[in-house]
């Protein structure tokens, strides 16, 4: 059956949702707003959520492709998706193979330190409390998550870094870092969920270091459209 929006079941920052005539599916519809700085920077990027939509279905097809069970399902038009049900286990998962953003503040160092490991943090997805950072202790304390998930979701964060990282850096683009969403589906499956597009990764060009993410919306650098657009070209006519 072709699925169709039913009620809104949520607005978010960047994505609304919707029900569908299948409660085992809701479709994701992707916006123009943008918001920066825990929620106090607010603007709109003309044209972001036709090229997050697109490039995050299809990067999260490649993913599945190398094993990484995601929540995709099927692209329904430039800004909707089809995407499996979940219940979002409330941690941000955090990858970095480049020191940028709050790594560089936190810990007093410049942008631009290549890492010999990537690291992984967590933040908890909790909006009021500001995303505080915890670590996997923390998580089990709160019940975040169990011992279980928490392993296999570094696992498929890692693996998400290996192929993305590869894939990237063929285009002439260098992964700085990015923030992973993992989903429970109603059966328990682990699954990446969210999406994955230039406002939840850092991607720099290879040769020139130039910011091709949301960072030139953050750091008010101009040139945010065209920025969208060219690490959405780079990537969409690879396929
Ligand atoms: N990130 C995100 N949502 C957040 C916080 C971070 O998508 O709420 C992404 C961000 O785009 C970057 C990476 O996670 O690619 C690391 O972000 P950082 O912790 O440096 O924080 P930021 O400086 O982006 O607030």
């Known amino acids: 059956m072709e699925l169709t929006k039913q009620a809104q079941m949520y607005e978010g920052k960047a994505k609304k949702v919707f029900a569908t005539e299948d409660e085992n599916y809701v479709i994701v519809s992707y916006k123009d707003d943008a918001t920066a700085n825990d929620g106090l920077k607010k603007g709109t ?9 697109q490039m995050s279905n299809f990067l999260m097809q490649i993913l599945e492709k190398e094993g990484v069970p995601t929540h995709f399902v099927k692209e329904i038009n430039e800004r909707d ?16 193979n480049i020191s940028a953003g709050h790594f560089a503040q936190r810990y007093g160092v410049e942008e631009g330190i290549v890492f010999d490991e990537p690291t992984i943090e967590f933040s908890y997805k909790n909006d009021d409390l500001h995303d505080p950072l915890l670590n996997e202790y923390h998580a089990l304390a709160l019940k975040l998550a169990t011992k279980d998930e928490i392993a296999l979701i570094k696992q498929m964060a890692f693996k998400v870094n290996e192929v ?16 992973l969403e993992f989903g429970k589906t109603a059966d328990g499956t682990i699954v990446l969920a969210d999406e994955i597009s230039p406002d939840t990764c850092r991607f720099w060009d290879a040769k020139t270091n130039e910011k ?22 780079r990537v969409m006519n690879e396929k």
């Open 81 to 96: 998706t089809v995407v499996k049900k979940v219940s979002i286990v409330p941690l941000e998962v955090i990858i970095r």
């Open 45 to 53: 990027i003309s044209g972001k959520g036709v090229i997050n939509n």
């Open 164 to 179: 993305l990282k590869a894939y990237f850096l063929n285009l002439g683009v260098k992964l700085v870092d990015f923030k």
């Open 212 to 233: 091709l993410d949301k960072d030139r919306f953050r750091r008010d650098m101009g040139g945010v459209e065209d920025a969208y657009t060219e690490i959405f070209g």
